[in-house]
Structure formats: structure tokens, C-alpha cells
């Protein structure tokens, strides 16, 4: 079955594709990555999406004309990729409802009819609801990709993501919970002062000092001393945070990003020391981060940082790729969740189908779930 997943982080950019043709041998799932790829949000839907997000309240207006804007440019993003038998869409997360470290709601906005009805592909959609009903934060769910993953590396291994926010997977634990901030500070960052979306190879925070001042008073923050699992995101580390804790140190543009670049750094590393991990394996857009990527090293110590591409899985598409395996598990009857890694009441099959342009058709739900996971490319 060749799946697209679509999605688009919380970095909030653009629509990262994937195309991955699954078969299943008994317990060993074989990925054929055929066509990975990134559609650039159109400018100004782009800003719309920045002005709904925390700490903005944009009306039921606002909310209907976003649900099907970003569900027609997810839609011409999928007939980009050609044909495929099933496509998973993730949408646009706009609202992640989280009180007393307790998932209520999270919001997706993309329409999958449109996907549906100018692909004629059946698509899976609204995918984290399922595990939020359940009692968990439907975050991170890429943690089921990440522990297939790591099965076979030696010593205590982590998979690490850094898109907007960062999230940590850790294998012989089997737990996995989102860290805090990776880029989402940084980038309201530079919006604010350049107008750019991003510090484009860490240049501006290369350029600065890290003020530690403002990074102490960033570490406070009450979100990194909860336990997991736990899950976050733009309700809580927005631009209207960034500038009430900022705004009073007045630092240069160069100087807040170095501060920052050193806050996901830091706390990161010290999630990857505190489970003692020996090789984690990196993707998300901070890769091509060397600022990031250095002062990660440095302050987790020891660690091996590995690309997520050195296993067959490319780093910006991780997330893309894992979702069109959601895709393939739930059309196949199979639950898509890791209870311990979520907060579940148990593993659930994810998301809601809508039809094609002819009959819904699945395939016989198979009997047992992938415990071992290769790619080729």
C-alpha cells in the first residue's frame, strides 16, 4: 500500500510530504521512501495562521475560513505527489487545550474533503483525537515510529525531534513527552525583529552571547519540572510569552536568539542526561541548525547525536513518514499509540476516514502489529 502522510509542525511553514510504500512479512514492516518533499505555505495564509495562534483569539469566522484554506493547500500539496492508494493528513495543530498538565482537546484545522475530493483518495485525518479521548495528551505520537526505530541500537538509546517544540523518546523506558520549546521561541523571535520565518543556519544566534540573566529566568519555567508524559506547544510558548519575559533585558535580536538557541539546548540535554542516554537519534529542522546542534553537544556531554537519515529515515520527513505509517496502521485495523509514551488508557487505532471518489475499500485488518521496522530508498 503506498500511504502519503502530510503535515505541517509547529514551526507552522509549510507541508512536509511523504510517500512510503508498506508491506508487512509477519512482525517486520519494510518502508519504501519513494517521495519526500515540503510545499511552502502561501505568504499570506502564513501570516493568517501566525494571527490565530495563542495568544490571539480569532472568532468562528476566522477558525471556518483557516479549517479550508489550509485544507485546499493541503490538498494541492497531495496532488503534488501523485498517486497513492490512502493519504493521512495531520493538518495544522492551532490549539493544544492543556490544563494542570491534563490534555482536554487539540485542535487540527485542514478540512480533509478537499484532500478527498481533489485527489480522489480516501484520507485519514484528525488523528491525535482518538488518544486524547482515551486519557492521553496525543502527543508525541511519533513516538511508536521512534521506538520501532531504536529496537536494534546498542546501549540506552533516545529519539529526539526538533521541530517547533522538541520531544523525547526513550527507548528502555518506554516513555516519551515533549521537552519544551525547540525553534517555536526562536522563530517568533526573528519574525518579530526580521520578518523571516527562521535564524537560517543559526547565523543570528552565531552572532550573539547568551545573556544568563534571561536564560535563568527561561529555566523557571514551571512546565520543565513536570513529569511525563507530558505535551505542550504555541498555547504555551508563543511571542506574547517570549516578550513578557524578554522585554524588560532589552538584548539585540543576535543576542535573544543565542539565549534561546542555549535555553532548548539546555533543557533538552538535561532530559538526555537525567535517562542517562548513550546515542540519541536527531531529526526536525534543528539539524540544520549547527549553532543548536553544537551547543547540544556540548551540554548533554558524551552523547552520540545521530541523524535520523543514518537509518533510512530522512530528517525533515520524519514526522511526514510516520504519519503515513498511522495511515497504513489504521487503515489495517492497528492501533498507532504507545500508552506508556502518550498517557493512554491503551493503545487505539487513530483517526477518522473520509471516502474517496468510489466505495471505501480496506484491506483484511491484519492479526498482529510491526515489532521491527526497515527502510529503503
Known amino acids: 500500500m503506498r ?8 514551526s507552522h511553514d509549510g507541508i512536509d510530504s511523504a510517500v512510503v510504500e508498506w508491506s508487512a512479512d509477519g512482525t517486520e514492516i519494510t518502508g519504501v521512501v519513494e517521495r519526500i518533499g515540503e510545499r511552502p505555505y502561501d505568504r499570506d495564509l502564513r501570516a493568517r495562521i501566525v494571527e490565530a495562534l495563542p495568544p490571539n483569539r480569532p472568532g468562528m469566522a476566522e477558525v471556518c475560513a483557516l479549517d479550508t484554506l489550509i485544507g ?6 497531495a496532488q503534488e505527489c501523485g498517486p497513492v492508494d490512502l493519504i493521512c493528513s495531520h493538518g495544522q495543530t492551532m490549539y493544544h487545550w492543556v ?15 478537499w484532500i478527498a475530493e481533489r485527489t480522489g483518495v480516501p484520507v485519514v485525518s484528525d488523528v491525535r483525537a482518538r488518544d486524547v479521548s482515551a486519557g492521553g495528551h496525543g502527543a508525541p505520537l511519533v513516538s511508536y515510529l521512534d521506538l ?3 529496537a536494534g541500537l546498542p546501549g540506552r538509546a533516545g529519539a529526539l525531534n526538533l521541530g517547533g517544540i522538541a520531544n523525547l523518546t526513550v527507548r528502555d523506558e518506554g516513555i516519551a513527552y515533549d521537552t519544551g520549546p525547540a525553534s517555536a521561541l526562536m522563530d517568533a523571535a526573528v519574525l518579530a525583529a526580521t520578518g523571516a520565518s527562521f535564524d537560517e543556519d543559526g547565523r543570528l544566534a552565531a552572532a550573539g552571547e547568551v545573556h544568563e540573566g534571561l536564560l535563568g529566568e527561561l529555566l523557571a519555567e514551571p512546565y520543565y519540572r513536570l513529569p511525563p508524559p507530558k505535551s505542550t506547544g504555541k498555547e504555551l510558548f508563543h511571542a506574547g510569552y517570549l516578550a513578557r519575559v524578554a522585554a524588560p533585558y532589552g538584548l539585540g535580536v543576535a543576542d535573544l536568539l543565542a539565549t534561546l538557541t542555549a535555553l532548548t539546548a539546555r533543557t533538552v540535554a538535561a532530559e538526555i542526561r537525567r535517562h542517562r542516554l548513550g546515542t540519541v537519534v536527531v531529526s526536525g529542522g534543528g539539524v540544520r541548525n549547527p549553532v543548536l546542534m553544537g551547543m547540544l553537544a556540548e551540554a548533554a556531554g558524551g552523547v552520540r547525536l545521530v541523524p535520523s537519515d543514518e537509518l533510512g529515515v530522512p530528517s525533515d520527513a520524519k514526522e511526514a513518514i510516520a504519519f503515513s505509517l498511522f495511515g497504513w496502521l489504521t487503515a489495517h485495523g492497528l492501533a498507532a499509540t504507545v500508552p506508556s509514551c502518550t498517557g493512554a488508557a491503551g493503545a487505539r487505532i487513530l483517526g477518522s476516514i473520509t471516502p474517496g471518489r468510489g466505495p471505501l475499500v480496506l ?3 491484519s ?3 510491526p515489532e521491527r521496522i526497515r527502510f529503503e530508498r
Do not use: D, Y
Not at 500511504?3 to 509547529?10: A, C, E, K, M, N
Not at 485546499?72 to 500539496?77: E, P, R, S, T
Not at 487540527?108 to 474533503?113: D, F, N, S, Y
Open 3 to 10: 500511504v502519503l502522510g502530510l503535515i505541517s509542525g509547529t
Open 72 to 77: 485546499q493547500a493541503f490538498a494541492v500539496a
Open 99 to 113: 490544563e494542570e498538565g491534563h490534555v482536554l482537546g487539540t485542535m487540527q484545522l485542514g478540512q480533509p474533503a
Open 148 to 150: 520501532l526505530l531504536l
Open 363 to 365: 484491506p483484511e485488518p
Open 367 to 369: 492479526r498482529v502489529s
